[in-house]
């Protein structure tokens, strides 16, 4: 027994001794350096802990909230830190997220001049709207006298704003020059003779060989017209890709489309047609100029269309990170698909009885090719965002999704969703699906469309949002720049209100909540591109990422959430001023 105690004794001290040592050593703090900062309000969109006055960040990220600095002292204690009060009259809400842009597209297009049915706020100019043909036929001749490019390139037109155009009426009015119009929708470019004659295509025989090429319908590019569009566009793009990227408009494109997207408090976006215009080696190269550097407060998901993706997709998408993923450029493994035609052209695919006018809409993939494409992406394991515009389009859509076999932690999206029924609706909800939704199609097409193409019913059921919210469906809002601005907080306005450019309130039962609007451009807009889990909330160990605002938009309303400035964003806790 002797023995045995002695050992528990000697035991027991070597014990009391480790732990003094231990003890003794110096604790190292992780964030040594801790920025708090104060607001007159911090909106979390956080349910369990809605505001907040403090919120304590380090290395870019959130370690907690707090309605005092006392609140905030286990992250204060024994460190350096910093209490920044410069928001302390602002509100606070996470960087806001847009769901759906197309990066290469806006770089293209911000460097031409907008002539549309609707006025244009752009990063150091303002474009006003232009109604009726002699109005948009004035202000085609103004900018063309402005400009001395080689191909003279706008966008906007809409020919139920502006009247028809095709080729025959552009050599009218600018017989002696190359002009290409891009049509409201982006979809669909015209081209008069001076311009296909430059682009090498100004016989019949050279145009008809340009666009037999397979995926292409022969339909959607017609000689006689100019008119290119929908599966022959992006062979358009690349002959025009000279005119469109010269290194000057490149770099203007650029920052630009940061300084927009600043000003309207964007942090975070998704491209949802990654490598649709230079592939994806050039397009990487290019967004990692723009998105890698210091001075760049946002951070982008690239999503690859669906051809693109050779071979095995996880594959391709381990060699695509490998070579480029950044903490601010990145992969995952989402794909987009087509189903139907562009909404701003009436080229959505429609139900009986379909288009009043008798034309008819016009498929992106046909619904075979479609299957075969969501199938493989599917099986390999990935979330499937399916550019969808018509209620028959979306019955495809639906009915190849109900074929998939059920799996654990992959999402299907319905990107645009311009016009769905109420039983579609159930069937989105019941199927635990997705919508990302571009509700400018009411705001800008919901009068026009009442008078040509859809009725008065249908068209002011456009964008049936509020049908979506009463059954719980995950919702964000996108502006697919530039179908309506990079600008989340108008996009919840119109969401919201409902009102067409002629001041006319549409279906007022499917307007969102003020809430799911602004959830819509937060923290279900982070949901929908699958990464709620870093950014779309304040919350701690997320992105220290917040808009700056100069009122609580819970308080002006619904009715005044596109007039609320953004001051600046806070981008992984650093301050950037919109101005």
Do not use: C
């Not at 095995?312 to 070579?323: E, R, S």
């Not at 769905?420 to 009411?442: C, D, F, K, W």
């Not at 779309?536 to 160990?541: D, E, Q």
């Amino acid at each position: 027994m002797l023995k045995i105690s002695h050992f528990i004794a000697a035991a027991l001290a070597l014990l009391f001794a480790t732990g003094a040592q231990a003890e003794e050593a110096p604790v190292t703090l992780s964030y040594p350096e801790v920025t708090i900062f104060e607001a007159d309000k911090i909106i979390t969109m956080e349910p369990g802990y809605p505001d907040a006055r403090y919120v304590a960040t380090a290395d870019g990220i959130i370690l907690g909230l707090g309605q005092s600095l006392e609140d905030l002292e286990a992250w204060a204690k024994d460190r350096k830190v910093t209490i920044d009060r410069q928001f302390s009259k602002n509100v606070l809400m996470p960087g806001f997220i847009e769901p759906h842009i197309h990066p290469m597209q806006t770089i293209m297009m911000l460097p031409m001049p907008f002539i549309s049915p609707e006025e244009w706020k752009l990063p150091g100019k303002t474009y006003p709207a232009a109604r009726g043909k002699a109005q948009y036929e004035q202000r085609l001749r103004e900018e063309m006298a402005k400009s001395e490019d080689a191909l003279f390139i706008t966008w906007g037109h809409h020919k139920l704003f502006h009247g028809d155009m095709d080729r025959a009426e552009l050599d009218r009015i600018a017989p002696d020059r190359p002009v290409v119009i891009w049509q409201r929708s982006f979809h669909e470019i015209i081209a008069n003779s001076k311009a296909l004659d430059l682009l090498g295509i100004g016989d019949k025989t050279a145009f008809t060989a340009a666009f037999s090429k397979p995926n292409i319908d022969p339909g959607h590019a017609d000689y006689a017209s100019g008119i290119i569009h929908e599966t022959a566009l992006f062979n358009g793009i690349a002959m025009l890709r000279p005119y469109l990227f010269s290194p000057t408009k490149v770099q203007q494109g650029l920052a630009d489309m940061r300084q927009m997207m600043l000003e309207n408090g964007v942090t975070t976006s998704a491209d949802l047609a990654f490598g649709g215009f230079g592939g994806p080696e050039m397009e990487s190269a290019l967004f990692k100029s723009l998105y890698d550097q210091p001075t760049t407060p946002s951070r982008i998901l690239a999503i690859p269309i669906a051809p693109l993706v050779t071979g095995d997709p996880n594959v391709w998408l381990k060699d695509m990170k490998a070579k480029y993923d950044s903490s601010k450029f990145f992969f995952s493994n989402r794909i987009k698909l087509f189903a139907d035609g562009a909404f701003f052209a009436q080229y959505m695919q429609m139900n009986p009885p379909g288009y009043s006018d008798g034309h008819e809409g016009k498929w992106l993939t046909e619904p075979e090719d479609l299957l075969k494409q969501t199938e493989r992406f599917w099986d390999a394991g990935w979330n499937l965002h399916t550019h969808v515009n018509g209620d028959k389009g979306l019955d495809v859509v639906l009915d190849i999704t109900e074929k998939l076999a059920p799996k654990n932690g992959q999402h299907i999206i319905m990107e645009h969703l311009g016009y769905s029924t109420e039983a579609q609706n159930r069937r989105i909800g019941e199927m635990g699906l997705y919508v990302s939704a571009q509700p400018n199609y009411i705001r800008i097409l919901g009068d026009a469309y009442a008078k040509t193409g859809m009725g008065p019913d249908r068209a002011a059921q456009m964008n049936r949002l509020g049908s979506l919210e009463r059954k719980d469906v995950p919702l964000g809002l996108h502006s697919d720049f530039n179908m309506a601005p990079i600008d989340p907080l108008y996009l919840a306005w119109v969401a919201s209100n409902r009102i067409t450019l002629d001041g006319n309130v549409k279906a007022p039962k499917e307007r969102l909540s003020l809430d799911k609007a602004l959830r819509a451009i937060t923290v279900e807009a982070a949901q929908i591109i699958g990464m709620d889990d870093m950014v779309g909330s304040i919350a701690t160990g997320k992105k220290a990422d917040f808009t700056v605002l100069d009122r609580d938009p819970y308080k002006a309303g619904a009715a005044k959430l596109r007039d609320l400035q953004v001051q600046g964003v806070v981008f992984e806790g650093r301050w950037f001023p919109a101005k």
